[in-house]
């Protein structure tokens, strides 16, 4: 399945040359807006192209499922040929082409410098780990940044590690940003450019656009392990009867009072405010008091079952959910499923059905995006290459 035409990207032509996550999941998100994406991959497969997890046929998920909605082509780039002919697509496409994504090393065709020279308007947009140019995947930059070391329970000295790799993922949509905005930039001005990201600065950057450094900086004191307690305010996992847990968080005064109405400790919480001299419908008061809160929280959902508590729950303001597996939240989650328009259950090469996720974006302008489909390696080949001959 091809990008949608209608998209509000139509019209915008990127060539990538990625492995790994960062870049190719934000050429995904482009290409589920409509734009035309096209892979460079090497004869035989590139370095994730059988990376875990897999089908049963061997087919990489993870290869499949980030180059969704893209085209591929097979060019070897360390032959001067073939590099020269990735740098005539990169340079084609009318005016929303010239545009090159990589985290790779580059060829000499296909550098910001040769591309200019050939069109100057073109946007050449390089990833790499760090500005010193020294390496760094997700793993590597969450734990340089302290993230890791605030991360898993309060009583375990070990530090705590991504399981989803979430700075790929902040990366890759920081990359897609500076890609629009980029063009945006061409559109009114006609000029190109060299956009360079680094994964580590983005990591770094968000620890203190949360301020977390800042408070590391004024208090001299870094932040603690904390478990599932949410900090600075009310939120914790609790067990239930049947044995399941749920995550609790009362951030805001209207999810506090939902939660005081819907478990009946009203009464309860008041006395522990008065205990405490705490004024519970503040949440920096509700941290301070959190151990009492806790407690009495505890002893509510200890003496329910899951069921029970999503009863007591339904219809009300309280901020909860069940903690859930992969595959507890495919059994019970109607957000996972195709009753969610996001989902549909397709095939991909070498993939039986499964489901598939669109962009979830909803524009107004445009109608509902469908999933797009994986790519074959290198089967647009013939096509984007040699239209005419075939060959």
């Known amino acids: 399945m091809s990008a949608p035409a209608e998209g ?24 589920q807006l409509g734009a035309e994406v096209i892979r460079l991959d090497p004869p035989g497969g590139g370095l994730d192209s059988r990376r875990w997890p897999l089908a049963p046929s061997g087919t990489s998920l993870y290869w499949s499922m980030l180059n969704r909605g893209k085209a591929s082509v097979t060019l070897d780039l360390r032959k001067p040929a073939d590099a020269a002919r990735a740098a005539d697509l990169v340079c ?20 910001h410098d040769a591309l200019r020279g050939r069109r100057p308007d073109v ?8 500005p010193d ?17 605030m991360s898993g329970a309060e009583d375990i000295n070990a530090p705590g590690i991504n399981a989803v790799p979430f700075w790929d993922i902040i990366c890759g949509q920081t990359l897609a940003t500076g890609l629009l905005a980029a063009d945006r930039h061409r559109r009114l001005t006609g000029q190109g450019q060299h956009l360079q990201l680094s994964l580590s600065d983005v990591a770094m950057a968000w620890i203190a656009n949360l301020g977390i450094l800042a408070e590391t900086e004024l208090s001299g004191v870094a932040r603690p392990r904390q478990g599932t307690w949410v900090y600075g305010s009310f939120g914790r996992d609790f067990a239930t009867s049947d044995g399941r847990r749920v995550m609790l968080v009362a951030v805001t005064v209207k999810q506090w009072r939902a939660l005081l109405d819907a478990t009946g400790l009203a009464e309860r919480m008041s006395d522990l405010a008065r205990a405490f001299g705490a004024d519970l419908d503040r949440e920096e ?11 009495l929280i505890a002893e509510w959902t200890g003496s329910r079952s899951l069921a029970g508590i999503a009863e007591a729950f339904e219809g009300t303001a309280v901020c909860w959910a069940p903690f859930r597996d992969t595959g507890q939240a495919l059994a019970e989650d109607w957000r996972m499923s195709p009753e969610n328009p996001l989902f549909e259950r397709i095939s991909h090469p070498g993939i039986p059905p499964v489901l598939t996720a669109a962009n979830p974006l909803r524009l107004s302008g445009h109608p509902q995006a469908r999933p797009l489909r994986a790519p074959e390696p290198g089967g ?3 096509r984007l290459l040699d239209p005419e001959t075939g060959d």
């Open 133 to 149: 140019g020294s390496s760094a995947i997700d793993y590597t930059v969450h734990a340089a940044c302290g993230a890791a070391m």
């Open 92 to 111: 084609g496409g009318g005016p929303g082409g010239g545009i090159l994504v990589s985290n790779l090393p580059l060829p000499a065709p296909l550098r």
């Open 123 to 130: 946007i050449v947009a390089t990833l790499d780990g760090s």
């Open 285 to 295: 008061e509700r941290w301070r008091a959190r151990a009492g809160i806790a407690a």
């Open 380 to 382: 647009d080949t013939r």
């Open 8 to 31: 509000p990207l139509a019209g915008l032509r990127i060539v990538e040359h990625c492995a790994f996550i960062a870049a190719p999941s934000a050429t995904m998100t482009l290409a």
